[in-house]
């Protein structure tokens, strides 16, 4: 079967029930695995970066900067990619553009220029981006509606196995197995073999995409949707709410991981090396996959809003704990947001676009725009972290996953606004 028809959009595929898309679903997800594992790189690349060419927290931020605005800057014209060449040219796309961003660490290395790793990591990015525009819509559509979260936690358990091993392999790559020798201590050169690596991994992948065949999922053209037609997105408040829970929870999530070497670094909670550091991060991914296999079970029981309700809540509770503890409390009660951070991203992304018919397309490329979060939250992040310390900073994210709770607790009612102006019951 050929690719998705590039003049239609999808709908999740409720009368197919009984066709097979375990090969499909197990192509895409191991893309989830490996962007996974590429995000999470940044997270032990900062503090090297950062060491390498003496910066500031807010300076070091730039590295997340530069990486997640991509994804405001690349969405929409990812998702009108997607629409007009298909989910499978997506995804090609997306993967010989990362494999680029991957190549051009080795000029940065070279000639030694920080505005060139943010470059290159800007190109990456980008690639990422197309990625998820493709493969987030298109696993969603792979099976009934109503376990569509199911199937992207399960997809996103993948990609924490990413963000678990990431850290780790990080960490032993860019610091060696006994820290940052001194002779390297001012040059970035251990920074090319890991993405070298990285490009011919995406490069291969891309040869395999090549020659799969992707099945069409049922879908609707605006004129033949009957739910959808005649409406606009901003008359979906569950989207329009939802947009902004995922700029949230992609800075929350980023921000926490982001600091967490130099936190560990702190003298008042653990005094760590960084290559100890970098490596217990893998811990804070490594929860998000464990939650994220749990979710996958759970969320065909319980509804979306409330396990995202409960989550949040929880999320909050650590981090007031983590903020006012030190030692090993601190320590422990900040990395076990890892498992409540596991079923938010698919959980708001696929009850954001509940119910969207011929504008989900278009709904998913919104929400991958938010994802800008991760640009701008680590970034005031770390000018509360550069003027108040790392500690206090953390009450950023705080106030992310505030809102979170807020959207979960109102998303019944906000997604029966849009119910009501499109005529459903």
């Keep these: 079967m050929s690719e998705i028809n590039t003049n239609q959009t999808y709908v999740a595929a409720s009368n197919d029930e009984n066709k097979n898309y375990a090969l499909p679903l197990a192509a895409m997800t191991t893309l989830f695995f490996l962007w996974g594992f590429i995000t999470v790189l940044n997270d032990v690349l900062i503090p090297r970066l950062k060491g390498v060419f003496d910066l500031s927290y807010t300076e070091a931020m730039m590295i997340q900067f530069c990486f997640f605005s991509a994804y405001f800057v690349i969405s929409l014209p990812a998702g009108a990619l997607v629409k007009k060449f298909g989910y499978k040219n997506g995804v090609l796309s997306g993967l010989l553009i990362a494999s680029a961003g991957c190549l051009l660490f080795y000029p940065a290395v070279v000639v030694h220029e920080f505005w060139l790793f943010l470059g290159a990591l800007f190109v990456l990015a980008s690639g990422i981006t197309i990625l998820q525009v493709s493969a987030n819509p298109y696993v969603a559509a792979l099976g009934p509606a109503k376990t569509a979260s199911s199937r992207l936690n399960l997809a996103q358990a993948l990609n924490s196995l990413g963000t678990t091993i990431g850290p ?40 395999v995409f090549a020659f799969l065949k992707l099945p069409t999922i049922a879908a609707h053209s605006e004129e033949q949707d009957c739910v959808a037609k005649g409406h606009t997105l901003t008359e979906a408040p569950h989207l329009m709410f939802g947009v902004a829970a995922i700029f949230c929870y992609v800075g929350g999530e980023v921000a926490i991981g982001s600091f967490l070497v130099n936190y560990f670094g702190q003298a008042n909670i653990a005094g760590l090396e960084e290559h100890a550091a970098a490596k217990l991060i893998a811990y804070y991914w490594g929860g998000a996959m464990v939650g994220r296999f749990i979710g996958s079970a759970a969320l065909q029981k319980v509804l979306p809003s409330n396990a995202l309700l409960f989550n949040a809540i929880c999320i909050i509770a650590l981090l007031i704990i983590s ?45 991958c725009l938010a994802i800008v979060g991760g640009a701008l939250v680590p970034l005031l992040q770390g000018v509360i972290a550069d003027s108040a310390g790392i500690q206090l900073s953390f009450v950023i994210p705080l106030i992310c996953y505030v809102y979170i709770a807020w959207y979960a607790k109102s998303y019944v009612k906000l997604h029966s606004i849009w119910n009501e102006k499109v005529g459903l019951k």
Excluded: C, E, H, Q
């Design 323 to 367: 903020m006012n503890t030190s030692g090993n409390i601190a320590m422990y009660s900040v990395l076990a947001i890892g498992l409540f951070n596991s079923i938010m991203f698919p959980t708001i992304f696929s009850i954001a676009i509940d119910g969207l018919g011929s504008l989900t397309s278009k709904g998913s490329g919104w929400l």
């Design 168 to 207: 780790y392999v990080g960490a032993m790559l860019l610091f060696g197995a006994a820290g940052t020798l001194a002779a390297d201590a001012g040059t970035a050169d251990n920074v090319k073999v890991p993405y070298l690596m990285l490009a011919a991994a995406l490069l291969t992948i891309a040869v």
